[in-house]
């Protein structure tokens, strides 16, 4: 196991004002900051799409991106509790005003995750698919940033797995990072290739596949996403879906269930991607009463236009041969090691056991032990588990991740900070402060953990990580 550090339209007919532009007899503002042009194919087969609802469409992608977050329902907080609720998701709120979230110590807790709200809909297919929370294997298959991973740990219930994947190197760091400061330990980081996971055969009863595409629904709030996109893009992109979709098949077990989404409107990409598949679908049968929300002939889809949210399809697609109910999880727990001193900070220590690859050491859920074996074997490891820390020689320096784990002993030494305290402390930089203690202490922000101090006589040392720190001014 490795543990370490994805032409701009330029046809345009000018009328006698030189303020907007038309297309099609539907005028724009021609001001870029308004309204970015867009590629005439794009255009054109949204018309064809859309027809009488093109021009409240395009008008829409004008109009500000909303701006959302989803709560952490392990570190709950009052702060956000004025804000309107996303319908289709419990601890997701949109925000009247996007603030500074970098200098705000509660996001660098982990206390919530800012998500665009319709992607919060994978919520509704999970409640649809497992409505009693069985224990279960998932799988998120394309999962960088992190959003909806975090989401996932959300959802599932605590003996459930989540493999969490990334194949990109410099995303999946990313990954680790949102996931660690989410905190669940129920959770198997991984770098591999979709084809890496169909040799573990009928192994997950879930996948979430968030796949690589288009991006037409990001270009309200992405306007690279306009300069990226191209009708060969999105070939290239419903290749690349078919390919990971198929070898996604081959390692869900007989009655699971894909989650499949994508953030663009192309039929190519979305009901064109079930079409051709050996499965049966799951038209969620429960989302009619969400006003706005499109039917598509498998899935469904959102509009701007027509919904607080950006661009953005999903489908629920089960394989055949199963009963149709999620199977419970084998959870087997023997053989588990014996407790040692790093896992004394741990508040349920008896529910782990540690394991060591050189000088790190972790703590794997006693309920994981069997699934770790087995990917540990095929696959390519990130993180697992609790990353607890180093040793070095008779020293251990403890991590990063178990300060913000949602299994951290909470009679461990700490000390609260001020606001302006806390943006030193995440500066990396030293931070005065009066305390008795001495060694390693946790720092908090509002009773919600941030990291490590070393408190000596005569100075403080931070262990907040340098590639994690604020360097914006």
């Known amino acids: 196991m490795v543990l370490a550090e994805q032409g701009l339209f330029n046809i345009l007919t000018f009328i006698k004002a030189p303020d907007f532009y038309s297309y099609n007899s539907t ?50 907080i009052t702060k956000f509790d004025a804000e309107e609720q996303v319908p289709w998701c419990a ?74 994947n990334e194949l990109i190197p410099n995303r999946n760091k990313i990954l680790q990072q949102n996931i660690i400061k989410w905190g669940n330990a129920n959770c198997i980081i991984t770098q591999n290739k979709a084809e ?31 300069e990226e996109w191209s009708e060969k893009n999105v070939v290239m992109c419903s290749l690349r879906q078919k390919e990971i979709l198929q070898n996604a098949l081959e390692c869900l077990r007989p009655g699971g269930y894909i989650i499949y989404s994508t953030c663009t409107y192309e039929p190519a990409e979305n009901d064109g991607q079930i079409e051709q598949l ?57 053989n588990r090691k014996p407790e040692t ?55 251990f320096l403890p991590s990063h991740d178990v300060a913000l784990s949602n299994e951290i002993n909470t009679s461990l030494p700490s000390i609260e900070l001020d606001y302006d305290q806390a943006i030193v402390y995440l500066r990396g930089e030293s931070i005065k402060t009066v305390t008795s203690i001495r060694g390693w202490c946790l720092v908090k922000y509002q009773n919600r953990n941030l990291g490590w101090i070393k408190v000596m006589d005569g100075r403080t040392n931070n262990y907040f990580p340098k590639d994690w720190r604020i360097l914006k001014k």
């Open 27 to 76: 005028i724009f503002p021609a001001n870029m900051n308004d309204t970015p042009k867009f590629p005439e194919a794009f255009l054109a087969g949204m018309k064809t799409l859309l027809g009488p609802e093109f021009d409240a469409f395009i008008q829409s992608l004008s109009s500000p991106s909303p701006t959302s977050i989803r709560l952490n329902p392990s570190k709950l």
């Open 196 to 226: 890496d996971f169909a040799k573990l055969g009928n192994y997950f009863d879930v996948i979430l596949i968030d796949a690589p595409c288009s991006g037409e629904g990001l270009f309200r709030k992405d306007k690279d996403a306009i």
């Open 341 to 395: 001193e790093n896992q004394k900070l741990l508040q349920a220590p008896e529910e782990f056991y540690e394991f060591k690859k050189n000088d790190l050491v972790f703590a794997i859920p006693a309920l994981m032990q069997t699934d770790f074996a087995i990917l540990e074997k095929n696959l390519y490891i990130r993180n697992a588990g609790i990353f607890m820390g180093t040793t070095k020689g008779k020293d």
């Open 91 to 164: 601890n997701g709120r949109y925000l009247a005003e996007r603030p500074s979230f970098t200098f705000d110590p509660l996001f660098q807790a982990g206390c919530y995750y800012v998500q665009e709200a319709s992607s919060m809909f994978v919520e509704e297919a999970w409640k649809q698919i497992n409505p009693d929370n069985q224990s279960v294997r998932v799988l998120d298959l394309c999962a960088a940033p992190g959003g909806k991973s975090t989401h996932l740990l959300s959802l599932i219930s605590k003996d459930s797995l989540l493999v969490s």
């Open 278 to 334: 050996p499965v049966d679908s799951c038209l969620l049968p429960g989302v009619t009463d969400i006003p706005g929300l499109v039917r598509t002939k498998y899935g469904v889809q959102f509009f701007p236009h027509k919904i607080k949210g950006e661009g953005f399809y999903l489908v629920v697609i089960q394989k055949p041969g199963g009963e149709g109910q999620i199977s419970n999880r084998k959870q087997l727990t023997e």
